[in-house]
């Protein structure tokens, strides 16, 4: 079965900051996360274990937190859901090497999804009798 992908997009000021974890929050909160607290934890760990070259499991990624499982693979869920993350048997990375190509990717997903929209609008308005350039 085909998950469905959710792109959400929110305009937010970017940080003061100047430092990564804050961009990574800044992030996280665009992509429709919110400033959840946990789930931008687990990102910036999911993250810095793909800079490493490793693919941690769910459980891994609980240890030195107080949550269950669970919760870690809700968030998983979330970050594969909106194109960030790919599951790999028990392990979980980043949907591309880089965060600046997985974010190239969810870009790519978007034009793609813009070019169907159009696709389909202009069917309707042409049922419509409408005029279309």
């Not at 990102?43 to 107080?66: I, Q, V």
């Not at 869920?77 to 990375?93: K, M, P, Q, T």
Request: hydrophobic content about 30%; charged content about 35%.
């Amino acid at each position: 079965m085909r998950r469905r992908s959710i792109i959400v997009i929110r305009r937010i000021e970017t940080p003061v900051e100047r430092d990564p974890d804050s961009y990574v929050q800044w992030l996280c909160e665009c992509l429709g996360f919110g400033r959840d607290e946990l789930a931008t934890q687990i990102f910036k760990d999911l993250l810095k274990a793909n800079y490493k070259g490793r693919h941690p499991s769910s459980t891994e990624l609980c240890k030195g937190r107080d949550v269950t499982r669970a919760a870690v693979i809700y968030h998983l869920n979330r970050f594969i859901d909106r194109g960030l993350v790919e599951r790999r048997g028990r392990s979980y990375s980043l949907r591309d090497t880089t965060l600046t190509s997985t974010i190239e990717e969810i870009e790519e997903d978007m034009l793609r999804y813009f070019k169907k929209f159009k696709e389909i609008a202009r069917k309707v308005d042409t049922e419509h009798n409408i005029p279309v350039e």
